[in-house]
């Protein structure tokens, strides 16, 4: 079983920025890809970003891109979203995620992960 913790959301004006940390507590974390959804009031959970399992690999959503940076350290268990320029609309809870197969490619679609934190919320005031 794997356990993931994220943290690091909260209140921010627009323009700032804030680091979301995901921390595998137990269960296998290197080889596997992990990512970032986040999902709006009212609105289905959406992909943010993902990495692949060394690292050296990421995809972002479009929304993202050029804003977050998705970063990981195996040794520590840990994956990161670094967010910059935030705007109201990134509004959400944030979750992290482990992807279903290991080595497995990257992926932008929930099925493609099976195990979940609980999500941290970060609000953007305008």
């Known amino acids: 079983q794997v356990q993931l913790v994220e943290s690091g959301g909260g209140l921010v004006q627009a323009g700032g920025s804030l680091k979301l940390s995901c921390a595998a507590s137990s269960g296998t974390f290197s080889g596997y890809v992990m990512g970032w959804f986040r999902q709006a009031p009212g609105k289905e959970r959406e992909f943010v970003a993902a990495?692949?399992?060394?690292?050296?690999?990421?995809t972002y959503a479009d929304s993202a891109k050029g804003r977050f940076t998705i970063s990981r350290d195996n040794a520590k268990r840990a994956v990161y979203l670094q967010m910059n320029s935030l705007k109201p609309e990134d509004t959400a809870v944030y979750y992290c995620?482990?992807?279903?197969?290991?080595?497995?490619?990257?992926?932008?679609?929930?099925?493609?992960?099976?195990?979940w934190g609980q999500g941290t919320q970060v609000t953007v005031s305008s």
């Open positions: 990495i692949g399992w060394s690292g050296s690999l990421s």
């Open positions: 995620a482990r992807g279903r197969k290991v080595y497995g490619s990257l992926g932008a679609t929930e099925y493609e992960y099976n195990y």
